[in-house]
């Protein structure tokens, strides 16, 4: 499994445009080859947080995901929103079980 956290931040005027663009393309990620799960959250103690975590079967889906329109049209809206530069940590996981 691989599994990528973004955090963005905006002024919190502009969070709600990013939530919604993100919330708009999250049915068409979420039908992409190897995505298990697409989630995006507002921090409920900074107002210009979001965090989106994304779960991929393997790197080679997320790759599929990162060249994708869905991905470019999300950049082309949240990039000039963000106040800062977005942090993307990514991980190799293996799922132990689900409860």
């Known amino acids: 499994m691989f599994i990528a956290v973004l955090d963005l931040h905006t002024t919190p005027a502009d969070r709600s445009a990013a939530l919604a663009q ?11 080859p190897g995505n298990v799960a697409f989630r995006v959250y507002a921090a409920r103690d900074d107002e210009s947080a979001v965090t989106v ?44 079980e689900t409860v």
């Not at 599929?64 to 990039?79: D, H, I, K, P, T």
């Not at 000039?80 to 190799?92: A, D, H, I, N, Y």
């Open 22 to 32: 993100l919330d708009g393309e999250r049915d068409e990620i979420r039908a992409m």
């Open 53 to 96: 975590v994304h779960e991929w079967a393997d790197e080679p889906s997320f790759a599929g995901y990162l060249s994708s329109e869905a991905f470019a049209r999300s950049g082309a809206v949240l990039r000039p929103l963000m106040t800062e530069p977005p942090v993307s940590r990514r991980f190799r996981a293996d799922l132990v």
